[in-house]
C-alpha cells in the first residue's frame, strides 16, 4: 500500500532502538524523512546508518534528553515543521507506589505527560496551517489495563491520553489527527530487560520467562516490534485522515475486554 507520506518530514523520539526505532524505520520505508532523536549518540548514529541503508531515505539525528527543555528544542531546531511527530520516551521505573515521592512523580509527568504535550504545542499550529499533520503517541496497554506495579506510567500516561481526547478533535478539521498506540509485549530491550530481573529474582532463565509472557497472550507469542512500526506508520498515512484520537491497542489479545 502506497501511505501517500513520500517526501514528508518526521521528528521521531526516543528512535535508536526497540519501538522508536521501529516506528522510525517504517516511515522511512514510505519515503519520509526522518529525524531521529536519542540520549546516546553512538547507538543513535548506528540506528540512523541502519535506516539509510535499509531505505535510502534522509535520516538526520539528534543526540539528548528529549523530556528535557533543551533536548526538545535541539530536536525541533533540527526539525522546525514536520508533518509527523512520533512522541516516545521510555517509563518510569517500577516499584511501590508508597515509596513515590513529589520528585518521582514530577519526572514521570515530564517524561510521559508534559513533554508530548509541548512537542504538540511546538508544532501543531505549523500542521493546522499547512492542512496536514499526523501526531502519534506511544503510550501503553497500561493506560487501558492498569498494572500495579506501573503505577507512575499508569498515572503520566493516562494524564496525557485524557488531554488526546480533547486537543485531537479541535484540530481534526484542518486533516491534523492525533492518536495513541498502546504497546502490549514486544521484543525489545526494555522487555528482555525486565526479563532478566525477574529472572535473575527467581533463579529461571531469561528464555523462560519471556516464554512464560508469550504463552499468557492469546496470540501465543509476544509482538515483532516491525509490526508496531507498520501500525504506527499507517496512523501517519494520507489513508489515516478520519482516525481521530483513537487509542490502539497492540497487545495480541492480551487485554481481555470488549470495547478497548
Not at 528544542?73 to 508508597?98: E, S
Not at 496551517?129 to 500495579?148: C, D, M, Q
Request: glycine residues 10%; charged residues 15%.
Amino acid at each position: 500500500m502506497n501511505l501517500g507520506i513520500t517526501g514528508r518530514r518526521a521528528l521521531v523520539c526516543a528512535a535508536s532502538k526497540g519501538l522508536g526505532r521501529a516506528s522510525a524505520l517504517a516511515l522511512a520505508q514510505a519515503g519520509v524523512a526522518v529525524t531521529i532523536t536519542a540520549r546516546s549518540a553512538a547507538t543513535l548514529e548506528h540506528t540512523a546508518a541502519e535506516i539509510r541503508a535499509a531505505t535510502g531515505a534522509a535520516v538526520t539525528t539528534v543526540a539528548g534528553d528529549i523530556t528535557t527543555a533543551e533536548g526538545r528544542a535541539a530536536a525541533l531546531a533540527a526539525c522546525p515543521d514536520p508533518d509527523i511527530l512520533v512522541n516516545n520516551a521510555g517509563g518510569p521505573p517500577p516499584g511501590d507506589f508508597h515509596d513515590w515521592d513529589r520528585d518521582h512523580w514530577i519526572r514521570a509527568l515530564d517524561a510521559n505527560m508534559l513533554t508530548p504535550i509541548l512537542l504538540i504545542r511546538a508544532v501543531v499550529d505549523g500542521m493546522v496551517a499547512r492542512r496536514f499533520g499526523r501526531i502519534v503517541n506511544i503510550t501503553s496497554a497500561a493506560v487501558l489495563s492498569p498494572i500495579p506495579r506501573l503505577g507512575l506510567s499508569n498515572g503520566a500516561r493516562t494524564g496525557l491520553t485524557g488531554f488526546i481526547a480533547g486537543l485531537s478533535r479541535q484540530v481534526a478539521r484542518h486533516n491534523v489527527t492525533i492518536n495513541n498506540l498502546l504497546p502490549g509485549a514486544f521484543l525489545t530491550d526494555r522487555l528482555r530487560s525486565n526479563a532478566a530481573s525477574e529472572a535473575s529474582a527467581s533463579g529461571r532463565p531469561v528464555e523462560a520467562v519471556i516464554a512464560d509472557r508469550a504463552a499468557q497472550t492469546p496470540a501465543g507469542r509476544v509482538g515483532d516490534p516491525a509490526e508496531f512500526g507498520a501500525a504506527c506508520a499507517f496512523l501517519c498515512s494520507a489513508q489515516a485522515g478520519y482516525i481521530v484520537g483513537h487509542n490502539l491497542l497492540i497487545d495480541g489479545g492480551a487485554s481481555n475486554a470488549t470495547f478497548a
